[in-house]
T-cell receptor, first 113, second 114 residues
Framework: ETGVTQSPTHLIKTRGQQVTLRCSSQ?????VSWYQQALGQGPQFIFQ???????GRGNFPPRFSGLQFPNYSSELNVNALELDDSALYLC????????????FGQGTRLTVV | QKEVEQNSGPLSVPEGAIASLNCTYS??????FFWYRQYSGKSPELIMS??SNGDKEDGRFTAQLNKASQYVSLLIRDSQPSDSATYLC??????????????WGLGTSLAVNP
């Protein structure tokens, strides 16, 4: 149990739809990162939020966007879903002064049909 | 060249043997190195971190880092069937302020046979 909670755990969407995934980070963690993990691949960095601002982004198109709230919880939004967006989406939070995202949520399995 | 490379496996070892997992990285200024374990359908779990050249031991796990060769490894002694999982290598490069991100390898699948 890491204290990082993601919702929902599973989701099925139709191509072209929009989706919002949520993450509640562990108390005291002010940095949240989102990753996409396709089947058989390592996690790919989408973006990172620190104190409610995006402060790092991977190679993902603008239809992937996010928010971080004052309580450090976070959302990942994906517009115009494509079949290739089907993946496990992982949220990870880092403690203040920590050196890495040591704590992951259980992930959201998104299937686009 | 991929930024972080691992053999995909599967690596198969008998119970009680030593499992050796390897990872190479391309960014010479990388500072921090991590091994995560991921069971099928689950999220990654941090098992070891290493920052300095040499060995770091934690129970049955030993991480080895050689920055000159850009190489980091994970040894699992007395392997157990419960160690069967995918092991992911992750590297943090040079940082600016709090803007850190992990670069991941594709993972090595380990199977420990009873």
């Amino acid at each position: 149990e890491t204290g990082v909670t993601q919702s929902p755990t599973h989701l099925i969407k139709t191509r072209g739809q929009q989706v919002t995934l949520r993450c509640s980070s562990q108390s005291g963690h002010n940095t949240v990162s989102w990753y996409q993990q396709a089947l058989g691949q390592g996690p790919q960095f989408i973006f990172q939020y620190y104190r409610e601002e995006e402060n790092g982004r991977g190679n993902f198109p603008p239809r992937f966007s996010g928010l971080q709230f004052p309580n450090y919880s976070s959302e990942l939004n994906v517009n115009a879903l494509e079949l290739d967006d089907s993946a496990l989406y992982l949220c990870a939070s880092r403690p203040i002064g920590g050196d890495t995202e040591a704590f992951f949520g259980q992930g959201t399995r998104l299937t686009v049909v | 060249q991929k930024e972080v490379e691992q053999n995909s496996g599967p690596l198969s070892v008998p119970e009680g043997a030593i499992a050796s997992l390897n990872c190479t990285y391309s960014d010479r200024v990388s500072q921090s190195f991590f091994w995560y374990r991921q069971y099928s359908g689950k999220s990654p779990e941090l098992i070891m971190s290493i920052y300095s050249n040499g060995d770091k031991e934690d129970g049955r796990f030993t991480a080895q880092l050689n920055k000159a060769s850009q190489y980091v490894s994970l040894l699992i002694r007395d392997s157990q069937p419960s160690d069967s999982a995918t092991y992911l290598c992750a590297v943090v490069g040079a940082t600016a302020g709090n803007n850190r991100k992990l670069i991941w390898g594709l993972g090595t699948s380990l199977a420990v046979n009873p």
